[in-house]
């Protein structure tokens, strides 16, 4: 099974995040929107994982301290790919995020598990492939939007679906 930690979001959330997209399809000449059910903040990316260490894996998400915090989801940017470009909403600078994502990190590493460990950039991808006229992008700064993250998910996907597997709430 392919698994990865992450953020999912609330209803008010998913909401600004879908008007961030909908603001970037206005601009697209084409791209793939990541739907609704996928938006998510990963935290880490596991990749193939047995069953067993499934199982093991949720135990030791429940075993991670962490009280309750809140993002700020804030600006749009984009990694480019040559012609096309992933494009993203970011994530306001958030110390209980990189404190939280640190010690599950540790303890990824300590249990003797390989994931992702490229330098993290917190975002939530909203769209792939996207190709924008270069000359005729006018995508003004938003607002933001203030989001608490009550809870932390151990995630399965096979490219077209996204099944929780274990969830971890977070506890003042």
Sequence with gaps: ??????????????SYLQDQQRRLEEVALE????????????????GEVSMADSAHLSTLLREVEGEPF????????????????????????????????????????????DFDQRPF???????????VDEDNTP????????????RISLMESDYRTYREVYAKELIK
């Design 121 to 131: 950039r917190p975002h939530v991808t909203i769209a792939r492939q996207v190709v």
């Design 139 to 150: 995508i003004s700064p938003s607002k933001g939007y203030i989001t608490g993250v009550n």
């Design 70 to 113: 809140e993002l700020k989801l804030q600006g749009l940017g984009s990694f480019r790919r040559g012609r096309s470009a992933l494009w993203w909403v970011g994530i306001e600078d958030s110390p209980p995020l990189l404190e939280y994502r640190e010690r599950l990190c540790n303890r990824l590493l300590d249990e003797g598990y």
């Design 31 to 46: 791209g793939r929107f990541v739907a609704p059910d996928k938006l998510h903040l990963t935290l880490a990316f596991l």
């Design 1 to 14: 099974m392919r698994l990865f930690i992450a953020i999912n979001f609330p209803p008010g959330a998913l």
